[in-house]
């Protein structure tokens, strides 16, 4: 089961009375090419590094839903 928004996750989870885990972090990518639009979103403000920014929302199972 895979929800599109944060909105559903919660109502999901709250309509059976069960917890979650959500998990954030960066992942570290390539520079990306030459005359690429707006290259600084691909930046990381705490380690001036090229990254990505991943988020998971999981039941307590582990089963992925975000």
């Known amino acids: ?5 944060l909105a559903e996750v919660v109502d999901h989870l709250g309509a059976k009375g069960k917890a ?3 998990d954030g972090t960066e992942i570290r990518v390539r520079r ?6 707006d290259p600084e979103t691909l930046i990381s403000g705490k ?3 090229h990254a990505v ?11 992925m839903l975000f």
């Open 47 to 49: 380690t001036r590094q």
């Open 53 to 63: 920014k991943t988020m998971v929302a999981t039941d307590a199972d582990g089963r």
């Open 1 to 5: 089961m895979q929800l599109r928004t």
């Open 32 to 37: 990306p090419a030459v005359g690429r639009r």
């Open 20 to 22: 979650g885990i959500v």
